[in-house]
């Protein structure tokens, strides 16, 4: 079975610009949770999307939205980028709401 | 969410076992503990879970003690592959933690060949 995958890897983005980031679960799994993970703050919950519906969300600002399509693959943005937003992004999907995790290698988003 | 505290890092030799403990002591009786891992440059990745019972999986073995205020994970082995930052992590099996993990600051897993 394949893993979680994330497009793109590495991404480089000017402050004020926008960004999506895409996650393409396990086969199967309908549940997807992104987190932010930076060297200050650790790793840090954004939200979970189950069947197209945002189930839970993180404490954080409104610019960071996200959402999941018929085929459970999930999207993130973060519109009006700042120079914090820089971090290694992560997705992870699962099988149940509650079930364990696998995440996939993450994003690398730059914001210069 | 129930707070976990482990220590900040950790040494072992290769090839012998590591004791990795979690302490919990505010842990609620719907709260399962989970253990993950991340390798570096790799996202993180799940080890092993339990509720009351000591479990075990190909990876590692989890001794959960009887008033569950503390846990312990063991690899019984060692290797090199093995060092990581590990993360002791309570998921409420009921209120509204759906998809979320609340991860602390780890143990760092030094692995010495």
């Known amino acids: 079975k394949a893993g979680v995958t994330q497009t793109p890897r590495y991404l480089i983005k000017t402050r004020g610009q926008q960004v999506t980031l895409s996650c393409s679960p396990i086969?199967?799994?309908?549940?997807v949770s992104w987190y932010q993970q930076t060297p200050g703050q650790g790793l840090q919950f954004l939200f979970e999307?189950?069947?197209?519906?945002?189930?839970n969300k993180g404490n954080f600002p409104g610019r960071f939205s996200g959402r999941q399509f018929s085929n459970s693959r999930s999207e993130m943005n973060v519109s009006t980028l700042e120079l914090g937003d820089s971090a290694l992004y992560l997705c992870?999907?699962?099988?149940?709401?509650?079930?364990?995790?696998?995440f996939g290698p993450g994003t690398r988003l730059t914001v210069t | 969410d129930a707070k976990t505290t482990q220590p900040n890092s950790m040494e072992s030799n290769e090839e012998e076992p590591v004791h990795l403990p979690c302490n919990h002591s505010?842990?609620?009786?719907?709260?399962?503990i989970h253990w993950y891992r991340q390798l570096p440059s790799q996202g993180p990745e799940y080890v092993i879970h339990?509720?009351?019972s000591n479990v075990n999986n190909r990876m590692a073995s989890l001794a959960i003690a009887e008033d569950r205020k503390s846990s312990t994970l063991i690899l019984h082995r060692a290797t090199l592959r093995d060092a990581a930052v590990y993360y002791c992590?309570?998921?409420?099996?009921?209120?509204?933690?759906?998809?979320?993990?609340?991860f602390g600051q780890g143990t760092i897993l030094t692995v010495h060949p």
């Open positions: 339990g509720l009351t």
């Open positions: 086969s199967g799994h309908r549940s």
């Open positions: 999307y189950f069947s197209e519906t945002q189930r």
């Open positions: 992870a999907s699962s099988s149940e709401r509650r079930g364990e995790q696998y």
């Open positions: 505010t842990i609620s009786g719907t709260d399962y």
């Open positions: 992590i309570l998921r409420d099996a009921g209120g509204t933690s759906y998809g979320k993990l609340t």
